[in-house]
């Protein structure tokens, strides 16, 4: 009995020993182990959710970027506008050669109407429409035309037979010269001034003033 219980106790204290080599050699492999978990290796989700952040990161500094350049340019732009002065041509004009340019141009823009107006716009409610005026306005600092009208007006008169009174049932007309934007004072003057600048196609355009004429009258 008692060699069976040294036996015994032998076996256990030996099955004892090698439980805390083992024990000792796990926490020797996970001392190990633990010492490179600092390089982790990420997954294929990881990797792609930095790439995402990472590619919108680079969009908001180049947004971010535009918005600081663009700025600038914004606020130049609304200096410029508010500092915009207009005048009339006649007081933005200045030299003998540029008056008597644009005289001559809208005198013969006015002889060019009569010619045409008979067979064209005269033959409506209106018979008499007259030329009456032909104005621009430009930006006294840039020669920047602001815009151009022609004033036209027309009347129909009638006699009442009892009383002797004219009925006068008159008319006028702005109508827009279809320009492009930025027009400078001295191109048009230059465009006009040839034998029939009703018809002479504007800068930067393929229209004239008498296409103006035909959407107004």
Known sequence: MTLTAGIGKARCTASCQRSKKKTSADRLCKATTGSHQGFHTPSLEEFSMRTVLFGLLIVLLALTSHAANAAPQTAQSAVASRSAEYVD??????????????????????????????DTFCEGDYSNIQSL????????????????????AASNTEVNAKTGNILVDNQ??????????????????????????????????????YDGLVDCL
């Open 89 to 118: 041509i006649s007081e933005y004009l200045t030299s003998d050669a540029d008056i008597n340019a644009w005289y001559s141009a809208t005198s013969q823009l006015r002889k060019n109407f009569d010619d045409v107006c008979g």
């Open 133 to 152: 005026d032909y104005r621009c306005s430009v930006e006294k600092n840039t020669g920047v035309i602001g815009r151009c009208v022609w004033v036209f």
């Open 172 to 209: 006028h007309w702005r109508c827009r010269s279809p320009l492009a934007p930025k027009t400078r004072i001295a191109d048009l003057i230059a465009a006009l001034n040839v034998t029939n600048p009703i018809h002479a196609i504007l800068p930067g355009t393929s229209k004239s003033i």
